[in-house]
């Protein structure tokens, strides 16, 4: 029998009893123990060429040598761990298949080493299969002393010790697990990103980009060339010349205050004002970015401003308003403001028309120093459209003279006011308009205002006896009088409880219609006015232009005022007929002279000539006319007149033009202010020339509050007349002018 069938611990299947040391019940392999069929199966060799489970057996029958053979070693020593404790490790025999059996080699080869603490014993274990031959060296085993054996006991399995369920080892990171989640979570953003980008540009794409253009938006006015303004001949009166504005854009400005302080002496603007534009500022929840400091900056100045190169202060093209006379004509042109806009005369009574529509850029710019226009950007500009240019009807060397000899008679009278007109018949154009005192137009700041007021259409009088060739005229119109009719007069006349009384007593002497006029008799002129009546007077004053604006083109035009019939009382029946009690312009009384020199048939009197728009010249709308007299009456009348120049001591002797026939009248009245009668006289002269054929009429009123305006009135009119007609050209009159009879027998 071979040594294996003689083992006692192996049944008759060849199987070891106590197997189940290293199974569970009914032979299972435990948890983490080999087995058959289990990772034990496998082939792992050693280097002696012995499977796993062949080296397993070999160990235990070395562990029961050991055993048995340290009792006879003197029990010393340390207690070895029993090999099934070992073979408890659950990743022994995996660890065994994974490095090719090296394990179980290893732990051979351990068993050579001495083992310390041991009693001095050290001896060597080898491994030997079941079954093998004993080595040489290796001693005898004991023999079994003949005898009965024991009864076999019946095989039992061995105890099952309390099963321990093994700790599973960590799952190992897996590297294909995480690149497919980093993939997904990549696509998984990149696809939010993809479908945001498409969500701005299909849906809020009009929102986003409105808001961001804005943002980037400036905005700069291109000014409208101003138009200029010309006399009949194509002089300038005024124009506009290049310039400079300078501005401010806050949100650059770095130091408010000392930018303010070193611009204020260059622009003429207080640094308080400066330094309130330059604060940043919002506008419609858009941030202010432009800012006028100030229009119309000489060339000279904008250098130096310039030189200065002041963060955020920027210069652009601009112009300035320039009046090349000066005070020539001042009073009806008017001044501009900085800005260009129109504030006095027919700068602002025609502004719209001048000023034209400021053009506009709007385009996109970059923020902070990048501040210029964005290449490709947005970008709008609006054109701007030059204003329209006036032509005057005024004479601008006829105008000159006017102011001139004005100024020298009215000076002669301390205090004065002074007003001329000169008006071209056939037309109704006004030649000339001065007005005394004037001011300079081309730095209007240092005068008053009162300098500044065009005194023909703004000073409102009492005419007085000027007054009374409408009177006249109207009793002729009316057929209640005519050249040859005489009247008795007195030399006073009362009427309600004022006594009204004549310069030159007639002292009840039959007194011509000439005569009356010559010598201006209140108490004649009174009692034709009785035999008009208070309505058809008033009818006929309305017919020569009272009462109403001329609408000549100046601005703030005094209408005057008549005063109703039913508002007469007793005393307004020998008032009004000789011109007190009503209210009048000396442009009105021109107008109204006007209309008797020409044929009866009044014409408004008007300054402009004509527009210039992009160089198409349009004439101006022309005059209203309508007739007042008959040109019978009209030439009967004016004839008449000439005796206030050529009578004997009549009153308009001082206004006479040598080598012309003058037909006019003086006057004295009273000037109002608000209602308020003022102190004082006003003296007047309106006349006509050539008599026989009238060209020019010229209206001169001079107000002095110390009386004496009769006495330069009448001279300046002859002045402003005489250098009228020959600077026209106009020739001295052939015939003389007729013989009037102030008492015929």
Do not use: C
Not at 235 to 259: F, I, K, M
Not at 441 to 447: G, I, K, M, Q
Request: charged share 25%.
């Amino acid at each position: 029998m071979s040594p294996r069938s003689e083992d006692p611990r192996r049944d008759a299947t060849g199987s070891r009893r106590g197997s189940s040391d290293r199974t569970g019940r009914g032979g299972e392999p435990r948890a983490g123990e080999p087995g058959v069929g289990g990772i034990s199966g496998a082939r792992a060799y050693t280097p002696r060429g012995r499977t796993v489970r062949e080296s397993s057996e070999q160990r235990d029958q070395v562990d029961r040598s050991e055993r048995a053979a340290r009792p006879a070693a003197g029990g010393g020593g340390q207690r070895r761990t029993p090999r099934s404790s070992r073979a408890a490790d659950p990743f022994r025999p995996a660890l065994q298949v994974l490095d090719g059996g090296r394990t179980g080699q290893g732990r051979a080869g351990r068993r050579d080493v001495p083992a310390a603490g041991r009693t001095g014993v050290v001896r060597t274990v080898r491994a030997r299969p079941v079954g093998a031959e004993p080595f040489d060296d290796e001693p005898p085993a004991p023999r079994r002393r003949p005898g009965p054996r024991a009864p076999r006991r019946p095989d039992r399995p061995a105890a099952r010790r309390p099963s321990r369920k093994p700790r599973r080892p960590p799952k190992l990171a897996d590297p294909a697990r995480r690149l497919r989640l980093g993939t997904v979570l990549t696509l998984a953003l990149f696809a939010t990103i993809g479908i945001r980008l498409v969500f701005l540009q299909a849906a809020d794409t009009p929102a986003f980009a409105g808001g961001g253009v804005s943002d980037r938006l400036n905005r700069v006015e291109l000014p409208a060339p101003r138009g200029a303004i010309y006399d009949r001949s194509g002089a300038l009166l005024a124009h506009s010349v290049e310039a400079r504005y300078v501005y401010a854009d806050p949100v650059l400005v770095e130091n408010v205050g000392a930018t303010a302080k070193a611009l204020s002496p260059l622009l003429g603007v207080p640094v308080s004002e400066l330094a309130e534009k330059m604060r940043p500022r919002t506008v419609n929840r858009t941030l202010l970015r432009f800012q006028y400091l100030a229009r119309g900056v000489s060339i000279d100045k904008a250098k130096q401003v310039a030189a200065l190169k002041l963060k955020g202060i920027f210069l652009h093209r601009d112009e300035r308003r320039e009046v090349p006379g000066g005070d020539l004509a001042a009073n009806l042109i008017g001044f501009t403001g900085q800005d260009m806009v129109g504030l006095e005369g027919i700068e602002a009574k025609y502004d719209d028309l001048l000023r034209g529509v400021d053009g506009k850029r709007v385009f996109e710019a970059g923020q902070g120093n990048l501040a210029a226009p964005i290449p490709g950007g947005y970008s709008q500009t609006t054109p701007a459209q030059p204003g329209s240019s006036l032509e005057l009807t005024i004479e601008g060397d006829l105008q000159y003279q006017a102011q001139r000899m004005l100024k020298a008679q009215v000076d002669k009278v301390r205090g004065s006011v002074g007003a001329a007109v000169v008006m071209e018949v056939p037309s109704g154009e006004v030649l000339a308009q001065a007005s005394h005192p004037t001011y300079d137009a081309a730095d209007p700041t240092r005068s008053r205002p009162t300098d500044r007021e065009d005194a023909a259409t703004s000073f409102v009088v009492d005419p007085g006896s000027v007054h009374k060739a409408i009177t006249f005229g109207a009793a002729l119109q009316e057929g209640l009088i005519t050249p040859e009719t005489t009247i008795p007069l007195k030399n006073t006349i009362e009427k309600g409880d004022q006594v009204f009384r004549d310069s030159h007593r007639a002292n009840g002497r039959a007194m011509s219609i000439p005569g009356m006029l010559a010598y201006s008799s209140n108490v004649g002129t009174i009692t034709v006015g009785e035999m008009l009546g208070p309505d058809r007077l008033i009818d006929y004053q309305k017919r020569f232009g009272l009462g109403r604006a001329t609408g000549e083109g100046m601005p703030g035009e005094a209408t005057g005022r008549l005063l109703p019939a039913d508002q007469w009382s007793g005393s307004s029946h020998g008032s009004v007929p000789i011109g007190h009690s009503v209210d009048a312009t000396p442009l009105q009384m021109t107008a109204a002279y006007a209309a008797i020199a020409n044929k009866g048939t009044y014409v408004q009197p008007h300054l402009i000539r004509a527009t210039v728009t992009d160089g198409k010249r349009t004439p101006a709308p022309p005059p209203v006319t309508r007739p007042v007299l008959s040109e019978r009456n009209a030439v009967a009348l004016r004839t008449m007149l000439e005796a206030v120049t050529t009578v004997d001591n009549a009153t308009g002797l001082a206004a006479a033009v040598p080598g012309y026939r003058i037909a006019g009248k003086t006057g004295t009245g009273w000037r109002y202010d608000n209602g308020v009668k003022q102190p004082g006289e006003v003296g007047s002269f309106i006349g006509m020339a050539p008599a026989e054929n009238p060209r020019y009429v010229v209206a001169v009123f001079v107000w002095s509050p110390n009386g004496g305006g009769g006495t330069v009135a009448a001279p300046a009119f002859r002045d402003i007349m005489g250098f009228t007609l020959r600077q026209q050209r106009v020739p001295p009159s052939t015939t003389p002018a007729p013989k009037f009879v102030v008492y015929p027998r």
